[in-house]
């Protein structure tokens, strides 16, 4: 059972900033790593739980400083796709158990870091192209299984949607349209599968300020923070929470 007690607030409260902050501010890249974070303390599923009431909030808040700045055309490919991705999440989460799902939070978690470093060093060329519709709808499906089974949907819509040369509004408008959309579709089968329960639902209500304090906080960085100070702090709290995730998930 949830313990809604002082250790869950000292780590949940941070962590529901820091989801608002990216996903009003940074195109969602990183605020999986709450997920990560409160998965160390909580069973998995129940860190899952917590974090999806938590983003639908924060998608709310930040809907209204860029309605109609996305790219709908694009946003309705990752829809799209996303939908069967969420559907395979959920027949995932119903086969597995919690510590296969701690090594894939955690597994992802890391391989985000990996793959940011090794486009920083060049190691991996950037897509410089217009990707056709199809990859799109791939990386729709990509989107959402990832995001159903760690809220780590951001990296895969950030590949297409960087290759469509947005700019940074249009980018950000286009992920917080597109993840409001899968986020409601996950609300279901989360529901199904019977991982919300009265405690959760208590941990939604008292965490709603600080998620609408995180997405008021990511918009205003969106213009004036730095995304290298930003990220540099969401990679290093993924690779240490990811790791210690693997860790527990194989001993």
Do not use: C
């Amino acid at each position: 059972m949830l313990e809604l007690n002082l250790l869950f607030f000292a780590v949940a409260i941070p962590a529901t900033v820091f989801a608002g902050v990216s996903k009003g501010g940074f195109g969602s890249g990183a605020a999986f790593a709450s997920s990560a974070i409160l998965a160390i303390f909580l069973e998995p599923g129940q860190a899952l739980a917590v974090m999806l009431p938590v983003l639908m909030m924060i998608d709310a808040a930040t809907l209204k400083p860029y309605w109609r700045k996305w790219s709908w055309p694009d946003a309705r490919l990752l829809i799209l796709g996303g939908l069967p991705g969420v559907a395979a999440g959920a027949w995932l989460f119903r086969a597995t158990d919690a510590d296969l799902l701690r090594l894939l939070i955690g597994g992802i978690s890391v391989a985000f870091v990996a793959w940011h470093l090794a486009q920083s060093r060049g190691w991996i060329k950037r897509v410089t192209h217009q990707l056709p519709a199809w990859a799109g709808l791939l990386a729709g499906v990509v989107t959402g299984f990832t995001s159903f089974v760690s809220h780590a949907g951001g990296p895969p819509a950030a590949v297409y949607l960087l290759s469509q040369g947005l700019d940074k509004s249009r980018f950000q408008a286009t992920t917080v349209i597109t993840f409001w959309a899968i986020n409601i579709a996950k609300f279901i089968p989360y529901a199904f599968l019977g991982m919300f329960t009265l405690q959760t639902a208590w941990a939604n209500v008292l965490l709603a300020p600080f998620a609408v304090l995180g997405a008021w906080l990511g918009v205003r960085a969106h213009r004036l923070m730095s995304e290298r100070v930003f990220f540099a702090i969401a990679h290093s709290l993924l690779t240490l929470t990811g790791l210690k995730l693997i860790w527990d998930a194989l001993t």
